[in-house]
């Protein structure tokens, strides 16, 4: 499947409704609840849910994604809800977002090939400011059996491999937090998520 056609196919789920639910993702509300709000990147932000809360906490957003569809969703969705959010179109496998900027980069239910994964959240860890965190969230590798994902279990994550690798490419990564979290029974996207929360430590 090539970029463009993967690109079409995101365009048809966001135009056909509001498939990723409502409000933010419970795991990321958990997951945050402690830092002190800054600037915040959200990559692979879909339809503005987590990106839309996160600004009504008082973080200063920007959001990332590459279906036009989605953003114009987001637009609107922010609009109503009376927050500011930079949205940006961008296709994360080429655009590199600026190095040590971020109080907070978050990157959630974004299930990519091993090759793939490995650039994006290179470029997400590069990202993050001294003092800052990296959260990412997916659908636990476990989700091949017992909940929802991507049915490939290399698009599945492991979320000590994933802090593993990160930490072993970047020195100044340290992983607070890597772990399965079982989600609320009424969640529509299954009940196990893998959960990294890493920290770039601070340089001064």
Known sequence: MTD???RRHWDERHGGGDFEGHGPNETLVGAVANLRPGTALELA???????IWLASQ????????WSPVALANARAAAAGAGV???WLERDLLTWVP???QFDLVVIVYLHLAPTERRIVYGAAAAAVAPGGHLV???HDRANLADGGG??????????????RELAERDRE????????VRRSETSPAGLLDALIVIRRTDAR
């Open 150 to 163: 991507p049915i490939e279990a290399e698009r599945l994550l492991s979320a000590p491999e994933a802090a």
């Open 136 to 138: 990412v969230i997916g």
């Open 84 to 86: 500011e959010i930079e």
């Open 98 to 100: 600026p190095a040590r």
């Open 58 to 65: 008082g973080w200063r957003v920007t959001a990332v994604d």
């Open 4 to 6: 463009e056609t993967r």
């Open 45 to 51: 932000a879909g339809s503005g849910t987590n990106a």
């Open 173 to 180: 990564l340290a992983t607070e937090r890597a772990e399965v």
